[in-house]
């Protein structure tokens, strides 16, 4: 732990009973943890921060980030109903993000490629003009209606471009084909960036901690594309996802990537696993301007309509 070596080029021992003179064996100060990094010459870290990834170096010289947290959230980009997989109604989901004190809730559920989900054309617009009512009894709460597409083994996504452009905001993910080569992964993942109506990656390793490896890509090479299109990269807070991870997060930021943190919520009680998220986030050294569902509602949707190359 690099802050006991602190302390001990300092002629002090430092536990987790407090901090001590190593001569003498005096505490020194135990009360709180301000009180001992300040006598180790540090500003006080945060937990998520102390992985020693450069959060010493950057204590000493001032420049820790000002971590996102639940509060700075102004809204969730992904989320599902029993349209799809989900087990609540656009109703009863449309209520949960309500409580959440949300300025904007995206409803995104899944494009007919995934082929168990049996989505229509026919649903999903039928979907949009229950969403278009529900709005009226929410004056504070601007409903996004999305979709989640797949990204298919070339990259490509469900629908046309007409039928694309009718929706505010599209989250495109991998969920099949996890097993191609790392080139061909990059491919289908820089092709999917590029298409102007792909707004998120969903989990992007998508991996199930336990049960199914992270996909392998060429992640620099993807981060960069994502960039430089204004594709953002989602942090997925469900448990057994958390995706992307920390140490890709911080990756991703060094190379100018922005992130939504989502809950992808299958059912009300998933919106509670939002705080997994944003701990990840906090892990990956995130701020509430690398996260666009921190943004308001205008600058969000400036972002969507991403960059003309
Ligand atoms: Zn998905
Ligand atoms: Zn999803």
């Given at each position: ?13 430092l536990s987790e009973y407090g901090l001590f ?6 505490l020194i100060v135990s009360e709180t943890e301000?009180q001992v ?273």
């Amino acid at each position: 732990m690099r802050t006991r070596e602190i302390a001990v080029r300092a002629g002090l021992k430092l536990s987790e009973y407090g901090l001590f003179d190593a001569g003498t064996n005096d505490l020194i100060v135990s009360e709180t943890e301000e009180q001992v990094y300040d006598r180790l010459g540090l500003p006080w870290i945060a937990p998520p921060l102390r992985e020693d990834q450069g959060e010493i170096e950057a204590a000493l010289d001032g420049s820790l980030p000002a971590l996102v947290t639940v509060d700075d959230l102004k809204g969730d980009l992904h989320s599902h109903t029993d349209l799809t997989d989900g087990t609540a109604s656009l109703e009863e989901m449309v209520r949960a993000a309500s409580a959440r004190g949300l300025s904007y809730y995206a409803i995104t559920d899944h494009a007919p490629n995934l082929f168990m989900q049996r989505m229509t054309d026919e649903k999903m617009l039928a979907q949009r003009e229950r969403i278009r009512a529900l709005q009226a009894e929410y004056p504070g709460l601007t409903l996004l209606h999305g979709a989640e597409l797949n990204i298919d083994p070339d990259g490509e996504v469900d629908w046309d471009v007409g039928f694309l452009s009718g929706f505010d905001i599209c989250v495109a993910s991998v969920h099949s084909h996890f097993t191609q080569t790392p080139e061909e992964m990059t491919r289908r993942f820089v092709r999917a960036c590029e298409n102007p109506h792909v707004h998120v990656i969903g989990h992007p390793m998508a991996r199930l901690i336990g049960r199914r490896s992270p996909v392998d890509a060429d992640w620099d090479e993807v981060f960069r594309c994502a960039a430089r299109t204004g594709t953002a990269m989602e942090i997925d807070s469900f448990p057994d996802r958390l995706d992307l991870p920390s140490d890709l997060i911080r990756r991703a930021r060094r190379l100018g990537v922005k992130f939504a943190i989502d809950t992808d919520a299958h059912a009300v009680g998933h919106h509670r696993n939002i705080r997994y998220g944003v701990g990840t986030a906090q892990r990956g050294w995130l701020t509430p301007d690398d996260v666009i569902n921190t943004w308001p509602l205008d600058r969000l949707r400036a972002f969507l309509a991403k960059p003309t190359p």
